[in-house]
């Protein structure tokens, strides 16, 4: 059933707060603001307390989250969010903090997230990390302009960024707003970067390869020392974009690969909640020779105080007002803490595992369209049961209707009915049995009824939602 | 301690499915000479009661709020946080669920962000609002490329009432984009609408205004109103605190084209500067909805009929148009978004005028007797919202240590920003007995 909407529940007069009493003598505004610049009507809800919680309580209902189960999304690393990092990040002391208080205030917040920068470091193989990002692509951004104002000091021009075609859309997307033309270069037949046509892209004008290691297939890019050399006897840098560092923690790191920036996911890799689209934290990690062009101000230490360093000359400046999204990285500083590097390493493996289990026991009744090993991740394609009638969208809306989540899919675009799966190391053998067992049927039902899955999902609180429509016919607010 | 659950023997029987004999042979895909060949050198293990402890104890090293009476504003505000925020966006369907891929089974997710569209729209006068931008600097940068697309003209006016940190952000996004931005300078604590004049021409993209502004001060809307209509392809963006607009004619009757600011005063926590979020509106035409940068949700139905909603506009998106995306954005705030639309809802529309005339009351109090004191003095009296400068011969430093050691924290030293003076903001949450202590503080001085 459909739930209404918040202004729906409104009847004039209706009140669900309180607030303190004015106490001083009364002032009377017009002395100070022009009659002109008061608004005539505020057309917000009134409503109680008690119809605001049963209103977003019922909303809630009609959501899915990883704690209501299985969140396959490829790429997105949709790992179980610990509750303990919640608990400790409405620590008030940690958290009722203004970002204009004296550093000496600060000092614990600082040695945490000073902390936090070294293990990224250390996880990643980078020399420097900055916090500032807030998101992912924010931390594309971030890393290309300071492969930029790099370029701009040393005074070569440089004016493009080559892209696979399997990236993740952020990546051409961030490059263009970093005022770079973009290079795509399609993958070769095994799903990886093809060695010739990178050759051949590549020039003195080339400022950085961007690249996912493993990429979005799942798979490792076995080439990539001499994926490194060709961009970096070109005289450009190597970018990684950290999406899928969940396959490769304590294995191998992005700066024993030889990257020169890279971006991390905390909400991916490292369990802070998704927020149903955000807040996201993109901390960005550079080399020794990059260190100069961060974002200000960067987190210092001396023998006795961590502080702020604002005076970075050569830095591209704030990319954000204060310091970035610090409530999730203490999250994520509690998860490292609660793993360590050994724990952060099972998570890898187990990552690792339960994609490959996924892979064997589905590659059969699905086509796998690219054979090399993969890592976290692997990519399916639908192409057979499109060919029975029913699409990988179809089918996707047909796992709704089972109470679990779909895989992401369509994307990588290299591969036709794309069905993107990465269960992450918090599923366990069931919970992957159910998943595999619910496709397997799903598979089944286009073959015998594939009237059922092309009009699914039927037990949805809403069925197939018309998207044509909605573009047509914006309906954006009340 | 780690999240795993697959037992000794569950992991023998997935590996034997694979067809490996240990979960290393998985891992042959790596290259030798790219493998960490050692452990992570990462301290960690904790129990949650170790944890627990270990964070306290690092919280103890700071002095937060709790502490102090604050004053401090600048861009992000100590607003009260009605109880029931927390209770609801802790509700794990909103908090751990993903962007709603799967609308089906998103549509509390999608619902919210279509009110929070909808109030936002409200509260600025606009007719469009987006989902969600990161925070109050880079949705300003957002909105100066987006007019950028629409005039397709480079030349940026930003006044230099504008926050110091957003107009910082503005160069980062903007100078890739080969963006010209001059500064207008100030008259006093509000844009000098002389020098505004002088530079106005028609290969301006944008006139970038803060209403009220960095210093509090509210902005002579209606001239600029008028000076940015003599050119037509002009756009005006107004970047706003939507407490004041609680109380305040909104941007869009003074012309807006582009609203944006920080969304934090609509009841998040102050987390030391994030998360945020930034929220953005414009007109409702589609020259400028076509070149919004972020997720929008909308209405639609679905194949019985009933109401449903979507994420809608895809093709301004970057995982539908790549390099020829309106933004590179993707994740946003979607969760700050959440308790701003629970705080606008719970507050209302008798709530959010009662924040904001409590607010500007109390301020315009505390200024008064402030301005009444030998040693200082209030720069903007007559035209400031619920923030205002103070002037002193004092040193600012003392001044402010001094109060300190009184546990107040009497504003944010504006030599942070290379300049002179105090910046004080009052919310409705000080009290009168706050305010007259802090007067005697600062007059026995």
Known sequence: MAERLIIDYSSPGRKGYSLPPLEIPEVDMGDYIKESYFRDELKLPEVSEVDVVRHYTALSELNYGVDSGIYPLGSCTMKYNPKRNEDIARIEGLSQLHPYQDEEDLQGSFEFLYELKRDLAEISGMDEMTLQPASGAHGELTGLLIIREYFEDKGIEKNKVIVPDSAHGTNPASAVMAGFDIVEIESNKDGMVDIDELKEAVDDKVAALMLTNPNTLGIFEKDIKEIADIIHDAGGLLYYDGANLNAIMGYARPGDMDFDVLHLNLHKTFSTPHGGGGPGSGTVGVKEFLRPYLPRPVLKKDDKNYYWDYDRPKSIGKVHAFYGNYGVLVKAFSYIKTLGGKGLTRTTENAVLNANYMKAKLKEEFSLPYQENSLHEFVLSGVKQKEKGASTLNMAKRLLDYGQYAPTIYFPLVVKEAMMIEPTETENIDTLNRFIETLQKISEEVENNPELVKNAPHNTSVRKLDEVKAARQPDLRW | ?445
Not at chain 2, 329 to 358: D, H, P
């Open chain 2, 1 to 445: 301690m780690d999240y795993v659950s697959n037992t000794v023997t569950e992991r023998n029987e997935m590996l034997k499915e694979i067809g490996v004999e240990t979960v290393e042979e998985i891992f042959n895909s790596i290259p030798e000479e790219v493998k960490l060949k050692r452990e992570l050198k990462v301290s960690g293990g904790m129990s949650e009661l170790a944890l627990k402890d270990y964070m306290q104890e690092i919280s103890e090293k700071n002095s937060s709020l709790v502490h102090y009476t604050s004053f401090l504003g600048a861009g992000a505000y100590d607003h009260y946080v009605p109880g029931i925020i927390d209770h609801l966006i802790s509700r794990q369907e909103f908090y751990t669920a993903y962007t709603p891929y799967q609308a089906e089974l998103s549509q509390g997710t999608l619902q919210v962000i279509y009110e929070y569209q909808s109030m936002i729209c409200e509260l600025t006068g606009m007719g469009v609002a987006n989902a969600s931008l990161l925070d109050g600097g880079s949705a300003t940068a957002e909105a100066i490329l987006m007019a950028a697309r629409i005039s397709r003209n480079k030349k940026i006016l930003l006044s230099a009432g504008l926050h110091p940190a957003y107009r910082e952000v503005a160069h980062t996004y903007g100078v890739p984009k080969n963006l010209n931005f001059v500064q207008i300078g100030l008259e006093g604590t509000t844009t000098n609408l002389t020098e505004l004049e002088e530079n106005l021409d028609k290969d301006v993209a944008a006139v970038v205004v803060q209403y009220p502004n960095f210093y509090g001060s509210i902005e002579e809307m209606e001239k600029i109103k008028e000076l940015k209509q003599q050119y037509k392809k002009v756009l005006l963006i107004v970047v706003t605190n939507p407490i004041a607009l609680g109380l305040l004619k909104p941007p869009g009757e003074f012309g807006a084209d582009i609203v944006t600011g920080e969304g934090q005063p609509l009841g998040n926590p102050l987390n030391y500067g994030g998360p945020y979020l930034g929220f953005l509106s414009c007109k409702d035409e589609r020259k400028y909805i076509r070149q919004i940068p972020g997720r929008i949700a909308g209405a639609t139905e679905d194949v019985e009929g009933n109401v449903g909603y979507v994420l809608t506009l895809q093709t301004r998106e970057q995982h539908i148009r790549r390099d020829k995306a309106t933004s590179n954005m993707c994740t946003n705030e979607a969760l700050n978004a959440a308790i701003s639309t629970i705080y606008m809802a719970t507050m209302g529309k008798a709530g959010l005028r009662e924040v904001a005339e409590k607010s500007f009351k109390k301020a315009h109090y505390l200024a008064e007797k402030i301005d009444e004191l030998d040693k200082f003095n209030v720069l903007n009296m007559d035209n400031f919202f619920y923030e205002f400068k103070v002037e002193t011969k004092l040193p600012v430093k003392k001044v402010l240590s001094d109060l300190k050691q009184e546990k107040i924290l009497g504003g944010v030293n504006l030599s942070r920003f290379d300049e002179e003076g105090i910046l004080l903001s009052v919310t409705e949450k000080r009290t009168k007995e706050e305010l007259d202590r802090l007067v005697q503080l600062m007059e026995a001085m």
